[in-house]
T-cell receptor, first 110, second 114 residues
Framework: LAKTTQPISMDSYEGQEVNITCSHNNIATNDYITWYQQFPSQGPRFIIQGYKTKVTNEVASLFIPADRKSSTLSLPRVSLSDTAVYYCLVGLLSNYQLIWGAGTKLIIKP | KAGVTQTPRYLIKTRGQQVTLSCSPISGHRSVSWYQQTPGQGLQFLFEYFSETQRNKGNFPGRFSGRQFSNSRSEMNVSTLELGDSALYLC?????????????FGSGTRLTVV
């Protein structure tokens, strides 16, 4: 049974690179790994999605090793506005279910 | 384009009452999912509808139900409210089910049960 595990919280400072790792054992070959960001009093919003190796967009990078048992969301040069909860999830192509992690509360300090 | 609209934004109900929440998806999106979010439990999946049919269901008691209309708008209903049902209820729409990068969430309905 697929499950995602991520740290409950992390702290960092403005201008630093932040890496949040998510463990997802037992995912199938074609399941996608996706990350969402949530600010207080708002719904989550899509950040990035990957299948294998590395994906980069204007907001973040996603690193997925060959065994796909984990993934790492990388936020370059964070600012105070990156303070949010970050969710890792796996999309199961077998039944279209989404397996959400518990979320990582990221606090950026000045 | 208009986003996902959830109404009402805030709601206060008494134990034992029932409540109906509404979600209007983005135009062209035919899949609507509902989530319950509490501080201690994170995002908990309730159910997903696509073309008026429930496609997936989470582990919630039968007091939680939903439906989807032909225009893709969705409602969820909670009967016999309990204090533990106090939460932020989020709706997300997508063009089709199981599209992890395609979900757009509304701002949620904050339900307080007293």
């Amino acid at each position: 049974l697929a499950k995602t595990t991520q740290p409950i919280s992390m702290d960092s400072y403005e201008g630093q690179e932040v890496n949040i790792t998510c463990s997802h054992n037992n995912i199938a070959t074609n399941d996608y790994i996706t990350w969402y960001q949530q600010f207080p009093s708002q719904g989550p919003r899509f950040i990035i999605q990957g299948y294998k190796t590395k994906v980069t967009n204007e907001v973040a990078s996603l690193f997925i090793p060959a065994d796909r048992k984990s993934s790492t969301l990388s936020l370059p040069r964070v600012s105070l506005s990156d303070t949010a909860v970050y969710y890792c999830l796996v999309g199961l192509l077998s039944n279209y279910q989404l397996i959400w992690g518990a979320g990582t509360k990221l606090i950026i300090k000045p | 384009k208009a986003g996902v609209t959830q109404t009402p934004r805030y709601l206060i109900k008494t134990r034992g009452q029932q409540v109906t929440l509404s979600c209007s998806p983005i135009s062209g999106h035919r899949s609507v999912s509902w989530y319950q979010q509490t501080p201690g439990q994170g995002l908990q999946f309730l159910f997903e509808y696509f073309s008026e049919t429930q496609r997936n269901k989470g582990n919630f008691p039968g007091r939680f139900s939903g439906r989807q209309f032909s225009n893709s708008r969705s409602e969820m209903n909670v009967s016999t409210l309990e204090l533990g049902d106090s939460a932020l209820y989020l709706c997300a729409s997508s063009r089709r089910p199981g599209q992890p990068d395609g979900y757009t969430f509304g701002s949620g309905t904050r339900l307080t049960v007293v």
